[in-house]
């Protein structure tokens, strides 16, 4: 497809269970970025990649948040244990190079912990 | 740090009224500032951006202009439609070693027919 990817589009998990969401990047796009986004608020941000380089992840709310980008390309956000208040849409962009280029934002996954 | 301002929603205007929502920023240097729009049931899109001061931007009839002297990015359309209903998020970005986008706290439009 022409766009970012995420899957799943919905997840709801138990308290203490771990999740894992992906993000397909549009190809070929360097840049990739994590955004956490509560019920009515704007997006915040996670953590970013540069190719297989995370080179900042001081978004990341816990050490229960986890993030990977293996091989430059797909991206997995793992969330450990979750909790209430973990709730929220998890959005992921792409953009063509660091710098001036657009980020591409994908629909989201709307996880919600029971 | 870096933090973004918009007016708090919803707002509710007729069609064919003007819009205005507000949007201040706070940063060191000089960001690229940006509107996002969040149609129902949709991801976000880039709705308009400006990157540096005195620009415009501008896409589907909305507006905003980059002013650097009241830190600020209004935008602006003169004419609504019921299409427009969304929510409409005010936001920067920083150019340096991460791209990050600080988001606002999004307002809600509502245009009643």
């Known amino acids: 497809g022409a766009g970012v990817s995420q899957s799943p589009r919905y997840k709801v998990a138990k308290r203490g269970q771990d999740v894992a969401l992906r993000c397909d990047p549009i190809s070929g796009h360097v840049s990739l970025f994590w955004y956490q986004q509560a019920l009515g608020q704007g997006p915040e941000f996670l953590t970013y990649f540069q190719n297989e380089a995370q080179l900042d992840k001081s978004g990341l709310p816990s050490d229960r948040f986890f993030a990977e980008r293996p091989e430059g390309s797909v991206s997995t956000l793992k969330i450990q244990r979750t909790q209430q208040e973990d709730s929220a849409v998890y959005l992921c962009a792409s953009s063509l190079r660091q710098g001036v280029s657009e980020q591409y934002f994908g629909p989201g996954t709307r996880l919600t912990v029971t | 740090g870096d933090s973004v301002t918009q007016m708090e929603g919803p707002v509710t205007l007729s069609e064919e009224a003007f819009l205005t929502i507000n949007c201040t920023y706070t940063?060191?240097?000089?960001?690229?500032l940006f509107w996002y729009v969040q149609y129902p049931g949709e991801g976000l899109q880039l709705l308009l951006k400006?990157?540096?001061?005195?620009d415009k931007g501008s896409n589907k009839g909305f507006e905003a202009t980059y002013r650097k002297e009241t830190t600020s990015f209004h935008l602006e359309k003169g004419s609504v439609q019921v299409s427009d209903s969304a929510v409409y998020f005010c936001a920067l970005r920083k150019v340096n070693r991460d791209d990050k986008i600080i988001f606002g706290k999004g307002t809600r439009l509502h245009i009643l027919p």
């Open positions: 400006a990157t540096k001061a005195d």
């Open positions: 940063a060191t240097g000089y960001p690229s």
